[in-house]
């Protein structure tokens, strides 16, 4: 039962997701492509994982933050992709509202952990290439599990600010959500009440979230950028260089599609474009990561040759 009489309103109980499409041949075809994503986005970054836990030369800080950045993004993919594999193959796809609500909050706490992640990353970058003799005390064990409990509590307060906008909107008999998941700008189109408050709560939420994080990444780049040309010697120039450019590259595809979603004006593009910008951002690149890092670092590459032989020796 969809709704319920409450009073003078009619409260929703459940929420239905039209998804991406209504055609059943392109549901099918949907299907298999995004449940082949989502398996090599577990199984991927899983092994970015157990190879930074086995690997004894990965036992570095920028390491550290990567096995939390693949756990994060588990977290971002899982929070909506299996639901989503379940419209492809039913009817009509309902979610409860508390169901609705959980899946809201997990999506902003695992995309709020990994700007401040990504921050932390740049930040080691830094630390590592700008002052590299200081680099051992700056960046201890200490210093990192600091920066990323801070991480997780700045995605925390970000999910709070999501669930208590939720929680608060009214819904009173529109339940369809033109969405693959319990987006909060499709949600606030149904609501029934003023949500001018909530919207601004959001939108101060998720723009502090963007801005102190891009920050950070931009100070640190800024940095890094000037230490780099005042290097005398190429080789340590690209030496320097190649340890960034998995970073920067998994900053600009997640930055590039956070800022499309939650920067741009809503006018300016159409809820469609949104749904495909949103399946990139929460699909497409927690799959992408592994593959960056895995292809262009040197260290996790010679550390699986290793581990391979090791097994294959054995």
């Known amino acids: 039962m969809a709704l319920l009489k409450d009073g003078n309103h009619t409260a929703v109980t459940e929420f239905i997701l039209l998804g991406l499409t209504d ?20 199984s991927g970054n899983l092994s970015t994982i157990l190879l930074i836990i086995v690997s004894s030369q990965l036992h570095h800080p920028m390491y550290f933050f990567l096995s939390h950045l693949a756990t994060v993004d588990i977290g971002i993919s899982s929070s909506v992709t299996p639901n989503m594999l379940v419209n492809f193959l039913v009817k009509q796809n309902t979610i409860p509202y508390i169901g609705c609500g959980i899946q809201l909050s997990s999506a902003a706490f695992f995309g709020a952990s990994e700007c401040f992640l990504l921050a932390a990353m740049a930040y080691d970058r830094f630390m590592a290439i700008c002052n590299p003799l200081l680099y051992s005390t700056k960046m201890s064990s200490k210093v990192c599990i600091q920066l990323v409990l801070g991480s997780y509590i700045g995605g925390f307060l970000n999910s709070s600010s999501f669930i208590f906008s939720f929680f608060s ?5 529109q339940n369809r959500v033109n969405d693959f998941f319990c987006d909060f700008a499709p949600l606030v189109e149904l609501s029934c009440s003023d949500v001018s408050v909530y919207v601004v709560i959001i939108s101060f939420s998720a723009g502090s979230v963007t ?104």
Do not use: W
């Open 23 to 42: 055609d059943p041949v392109l549901k099918v075809v949907l299907f298999i492509i995004i449940l082949c994503i989502y398996l090599v986005t577990v």
């Open 169 to 173: 909107l009214l819904f009173c008999e």
């Open 211 to 314: 801005m102190v994080t891009v920050f950070v990444i931009a100070i640190s780049y800024i940095y890094i950028l000037i230490t780099i040309l005042k290097m005398h010697s190429t080789e340590g120039r690209h030496k320097a260089f190649s340890t960034c450019t998995s970073h920067l590259t998994a900053v600009t595809l997640y930055y590039g599609t956070v800022t499309f979603i939650y920067v741009m004006p809503k006018s300016s593009y159409s809820m469609n474009q949104n749904k495909v910008v949103s399946v990139f951002y929460m699909i497409v690149v927690p799959m992408l990561n592994p593959l960056i890092y895995s292809l262009k670092n040197n260290e996790i590459k010679g550390a699986l040759k290793r581990q391979l032989s090791k097994k294959i020796l054995s």
